[in-house]
């Protein structure tokens, strides 16, 4: 995959995973937080540093405990 500003090819930095609960659930914050991750892999482009967020998948239950 080739930047979109450049044409250098990207680099893959890591896979991240973003909790979309909201940080405030008070003492039942432990159940909710195995709920719902929507996960995406980071590209960096060496040469201009623009950074992509490609969506991989949406995690669900127990499978967000568990690494790929």
Known sequence: MNCLRCDTELKFLKEYRFDSQD???GFFSFVFDIEDHLVFDVYVCPNCRKT???YKSNL???ESMIDR
């Open 60 to 62: 669900g239950g127990f």
């Open 52 to 54: 992509e967020f490609i």
């Open 23 to 25: 940080n405030n659930r």
